[in-house]
Nanobody
Framework: QVQLVESGGGLVQPGGSLRLSCVVS????????MEWYRQAPGKQREMVAN???????NYADSVKGRFTISRDNAKRTVYLQMNSLNPEDTAVYYC?????????WGQGTQVTVSS
């Protein structure tokens, strides 16, 4: 069984930074994609950033230049470095991993940007 555990969320002031982590555990043969999504209150869940295959990255237009996704294969961890945060970034952030033809989600971590 594949499990994902996110951490690193919290309360930060506008202009601040946070780094989210997502640790993947369980039987995994290979990972096709590692992704970060977010869902703000009253809004649909949206893709924030992903890594496809080894190192191809994609970002939502709203976070380009501010967020960076990376992975550490040895630690089975995907990170999301978030800089220049603004109140519009407030949401629950979810990690998603695609492996073996299935997609798995973490439980989410709350990020709140407020003064």
């Amino acid at each position: 069984q594949v499990q994902l555990v996110e951490s690193g969320g919290g309360l930060v002031q506008p202009g601040g930074s946070l780094r989210l982590s997502c640790v993947v555990s369980g039987s995994i043969f290979s990972i096709a994609a590692m992704e970060w999504y977010r869902q703000a209150p009253g809004k649909q869940r949206e893709m924030v950033a992903n890594i496809i295959g080894g190192d191809s990255t994609n970002y939502a237009d709203s976070v380009k230049g501010r967020f960076t996704i990376s992975r550490d294969n040895a630690k089975r961890t995907v990170y999301l470095q978030m800089n220049s945060l603004n109140p519009e970034d407030t949401a629950v952030y979810y990690c998603r991993v695609v492996t073996g033809g299935y997609a798995y989600w973490g439980q989410g971590t709350q990020v709140t940007v407020s003064s």
